[in-house]
T-cell receptor, first 111, second 116 residues
Framework: DAKTTQPNSMESNEEEPVHLPCNHS???????IHWYRQLPSQGPEYVIH???SNVNNRMASLAIAEDRKSSTLILHRATLRDAAVYYC????????????FGPGTSLSVIP | GAVVSQHPSRVICKSGTSVKIECRSL??????MFWYRQFPKQSLMLMAT?????????EQGVEKDKFLINHASLTLSTLTVTSAHPEDSSFYIC????????????FGSGTQLSVL
């Protein structure tokens, strides 16, 4: 899988938007961009994914750069329950390959 | 979404004993499951890929005789930590692919193993 880079940590105030960046300059044309998050002492959970166009769901929005070399996960109103480690991962849509996790971004939400 | 159930959520065992962790896909069939381990403040580390009806594929550096994986059915994969030692204490997590497509992964809630 192509590599992604994310900031180690970020902070946000409660009820404010959060923009979590991810760089993936070596992304290939068949890679989906996936985001997962892991709350303390739990397994990761799926957040959102996209290929080229921006995506929205009930949890978040995903903004993908035109050249696809970077993306941003947007939490529109951070809550205390959004405090977690957020992982940006590339998944090849042509193969069912294993998923390798990077260090992710640890998001702290300040009340 | 699909549900992956993992049991037990926490286990404490004595050094030298074996521990089995179960991972079940509750409402879908999973031909492939993944097993991860996670140390405190670190990311998930892939241990092995479990394939239904065939041998698991282990990542480099993971001892297959120590971490036995069995995927005997389309809804159950097990990880057995044999002759556990304190250094095996870790958070173990399983996952399965979304059967519908789009490459989503669903994860179990994890098993915290403590070896005394």
């Amino acid at each position: 899988d192509a590599k992604t880079t994310q900031p180690n940590s970020m902070e946000s105030n409660e009820e404010e938007p959060v923009h979590l960046p991810c760089n993936h300059s070596t992304i290939s044309g068949t890679d989906y961009i996936h985001w997962y998050r892991q709350l303390p002492s739990q397994g990761p959970e799926y957040v959102i994914h996209g290929l080229t166009s921006n995506v929205n769901n009930r949890m978040a929005s995903l903004a993908i750069a035109e050249d696809r070399k970077s993306s941003t996960l947007i939490l529109h109103r951070a809550t205390l329950r959004d405090a977690a480690v957020y992982y940006c991962i590339l998944r090849d849509r042509t193969s069912y390959d294993k998923v390798i996790f990077g260090p992710g971004t640890s998001l702290s939400v300040i009340p | 979404g699909a549900v992956v159930s993992q049991h037990p959520s926490r286990v404490i065992c004595k050094s030298g004993t074996s521990v089995k962790i179960e991972c079940r896909s509750l409402d879908f069939q999973a031909t492939t499951m993944f097993w991860y381990r996670q140390f405190p403040k670190q990311s998930l580390m892939l241990m092995a890929t479990s394939n239904e009806g065939s041998k698991a594929t282990y990542e480099q550096g993971v001892e297959k005789d120590k971490f036995l994986i069995n995927h005997a059915s389309l809804t159950l994969s097990t990880l057995t930590v044999t002759s556990a030692h304190p250094e095996d204490s870790s958070f173990y997590i399983c996952s399965a692919r979304d059967p519908v497509g789009a490459e989503k992964l669903f994860f179990g809630s994890g098993t915290q193993l403590s070896v005394l």
